[in-house]
């Protein structure tokens, strides 16, 4: 079976080990977000892309959730001193190994997929990762005291100042990677990580052709969703859904996202336990609801809720 993923940073880590887990001797293809990618100290920093890397490789921090085990800040301190990089940027010793190492590639005029590909055949990720694009499109945030890349507004400022809206740089003339149509379109299943769906995957939607590859793929359609109980379990994902207009719970990110019926992407939604009462107003919607645990506290439960998320691709009787 081919399982195409469309994925953030942590949370789509997380769901992707569990699908692994769960998928037998089945393809995974990630399609990863590169809005929250920029430019820091020369250097080209992915970081959707390197926490699922990290965290299929098992070497992400477990801890602190997110980078390498075992990591130092002694190149850091040094770019610290020579006013180089943010401050409030963390950029670890071995993280900033893979950063060189992709930016030589890029500097070479290798593509951001390619360059992908190099860097992460050096771990057995069981996945094969593909940015969404290969173009420059980073999210920017307008709030009222400026316009800022989403990096600045989401670890600087800790998502605490009102955004207005979320701005895409160049994505108007942005295409897909090498593959990203194709995964989709010859999918088996196409699973919506329980990702941040803004930023994450509302970015990877916004490229020109995805969101018509999606509504059009003739493989069931599956969500996760990344709200239980009426908040997000990790991060702040709510300040970007409501300055979207999106309530911060399980099923106005379903509404939001809307059935492939009705021009949206979705045939089917699975919503924690706490949210069955929610279920009735996704099917209304032309939504297939399922009631599971979505808490992906260690491999087994990610595993749990990844082979459930399948077999709601089975059950869709499109
Ligand atoms: P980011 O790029 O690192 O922000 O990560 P993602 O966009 O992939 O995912 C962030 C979202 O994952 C958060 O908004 C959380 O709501 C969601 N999330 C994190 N852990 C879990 C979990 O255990 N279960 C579910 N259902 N969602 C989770
Ligand atoms: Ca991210």
């Not at 081919?2 to 887990?21: H, M, N, P």
């Not at 107003?281 to 595993?303: C, F």
Request: proline share 4%; hydrophobic share 45%; with cysteine.
């Amino acid at each position: 079976m081919r399982i195409t993923v469309l994925s953030g940073g942590v949370g789509g880590a997380r769901f992707l080990r569990g699908v692994r887990a769960a998928a037998g001797d089945s393809t995974i293809t990630a399609i990863v977000n590169t809005g929250d990618d920029m430019w820091l100290a020369g250097l080209r920093i992915t970081p959707d892309l390197d926490s699922i890397m990290y965290t299929l490789a098992g070497e992400n921090d477990e801890v602190r959730g997110w980078g390498r085990i075992g990591e130092s800040e002694r190149v850091s301190e040094e770019l610290r001193a020579y006013g180089v990089g943010w401050p409030w940027f963390t950029l670890g010793d071995l993280d900033l190994g893979t950063h060189i190492a992709r930016t030589s590639f890029l500097r070479d005029g290798v593509p951001l997929s390619e360059a992908t590909d190099r860097i992460t055949s050096r771990w057995d990720l069981g996945a094969h990762l593909i940015p969404v694009t290969d173009d420059e499109v980073e999210t920017h945030v307008v709030t009222d005291e400026g316009t800022m890349h989403f990096q600045e507004w989401w670890t600087k400022h800790r998502a605490s100042l009102l955004a207005r809206s979320f701005v895409q740089e160049n994505v108007s003339t942005a295409t897909p990677a090498p593959g990203v149509l194709e995964a989709i379109r010859d999918a088996d299943v196409v699973l919506v990580a329980p990702s941040n769906p803004v930023v994450s995957i509302g970015t990877i939607l916004d490229i020109p052709g995805i969101r018509d590859a999606v509504q059009s793929t003739a493989a069931p359609v599956v969500g996760v969703s990344p709200i239980i109980g009426g908040s997000v379990v990790r991060g702040m994902a709510d300040a970007c859904l409501t300055a979207i207009g999106v309530a911060t719970t399980a099923d106005a990110v379903a509404l939001h996202y809307g059935s492939r019926a009705s021009g949206g992407i979705l045939d089917a939604w699975l919503v924690d336990e706490a949210d069955a009462a929610a279920a009735p107003a996704i099917e209304a919607a032309g939504i297939r609801a399922s009631v599971v645990p979505l808490w992906m506290r260690d491999v087994p439960t990610s595993a749990a809720l990844a082979a459930a998320a399948l077999a709601a691709g089975l059950d869709s009787n499109r």
